[in-house]
């Protein structure tokens, strides 16, 4: 058992640190409102993440890359809420430092909307559900609970996940009084907002 969590670690860990949508929303939340917020953020990435591994320790993945429609429709409504941050982030960047309706806009981020978001964001994305239920089983041992087993390796994977984000925010937030400069914060929302929006359309493109 001792071999296959090792094995299953460092193949999480290369995907765990791989620059992708749910660095984007750490970063993000970090740069915002503190590093406080950008923790909930990947706690919520990483809840997610736990999420989909019990669905698909428990066969509802399978479920659902079976069938189409199923996937075609989580898949969509991922699309639409990735393009919602993605507008949101955008709309914000737009406007001028000092509008009053800019500065209600771009207020920090809240503890429970980081954790939410982060959430959400891995609940809709059906390609996390697919990826545990193809990934997991194979480094199952043989004779070792499947259900058991695969929650234990998500745990690894959440675990790994909360020291990257840690790092991540830990980084984010030394950095943060520069970052937080209105226009440095402004090329941060356009480069989030267009990354949010490319997100998207790989996802409602995949099948």
């Not at 290369?14 to 984007?24: A, E, R, S, Y």
């Not at 996940?161 to 830990?170: C, D, E, I, N, Y």
């Not at 941060?188 to 996802?203: E, N, P, S, Y």
Request: with cysteine; net charge positive.
């Amino acid at each position: 058992m001792l071999s296959a969590c090792l094995a299953f670690a460092l193949v999480a860990a290369l995907v765990t640190i791989t620059p992708g949508l749910d660095t984007m929303l750490v970063l993000r939340a970090t740069v915002a409102a503190g590093r406080r917020t950008g923790l909930l953020a990947g706690t919520g990435v990483a809840l997610g993440c736990l999420t989909w591994a019990m669905a698909s320790a428990v066969g509802l993945t399978a479920l659902l890359a079976a069938s189409e429609l199923a996937f075609d429709v989580l898949r969509v409504a991922g699309a639409l809420y990735l393009v919602w941050l993605g507008g949101r982030a955008l709309w914000t960047a737009r406007r001028r430092t000092g509008d009053a309706a800019a500065e209600e806009a771009d207020a920090p981020l809240g503890g429970l909307a980081a954790l939410r978001g982060g959430f959400v964001t891995n609940l809709l994305n059906p390609k996390i559900g697919v990826f545990y239920m193809s990934l997991l089983p194979q480094f199952v041992p043989d004779g070792a609970s499947v259900f058991w087993t695969s929650l234990l390796f998500a745990l690894i994977h959440a675990a790994q996940g909360m020291l990257w984000f840690g790092l991540l925010v830990g980084v984010a937030g030394a950095a943060r009084r520069t970052l937080a400069r209105p226009e440095v914060k402004r090329r941060i929302q356009q480069v989030t907002g267009v990354a949010f929006l490319g997100f998207a359309a790989k996802l409602a493109a995949d099948h």
